[in-house]
């Protein structure tokens, strides 16, 4: 004699399949619209980054340039220091 539960009727069977696949497709579904809706996000915030690094380039590049202005600044105010040395001055003139 067997020990144990009891042997399942085949249209049990289908049954308790069916209700399985039911249950199962029905489990599924909100898992994918919550997948969806991380997939959506994850997109959305490469978007975003990619966006910000952008921005981060353009402000180096910015940078360098103003740094670059800058020296070529201070470049001109030595010129013209030196060249108000060379040049006689006004009263020089009139003497």
């Given amino acids: ?6 042997p399942i ?6 049954i308790a399949l069916i209700v399985g696949i039911v249950v199962r497709v ?4 909100p898992s994918r619209t919550l ?3 991380i997939d959506k996000e994850i997109v959305a915030r490469t978007s975003d980054l990619e966006a910000l ?4 380039c353009r402000k180096a590049r910015s940078r360098r340039a103003v740094s670059h ?5 201070e470049r001109f105010e030595t010129e013209l220091q030196r060249l108000l040395r060379i040049l006689p001055t ?6």
């Fill in 1 to 6: 004699m067997r020990h144990g539960r009891p």
């Fill in 9 to 14: 009727s085949k249209p049990a069977r289908y």
């Fill in 26 to 29: 029905c489990s599924c579904s």
């Fill in 35 to 37: 997948f969806k809706d």
């Fill in 53 to 56: 690094k952008k921005k981060v």
């Fill in 69 to 73: 202005s800058s020296r070529g600044a």
């Fill in 90 to 95: 006004a009263k020089q003139d009139t003497s």
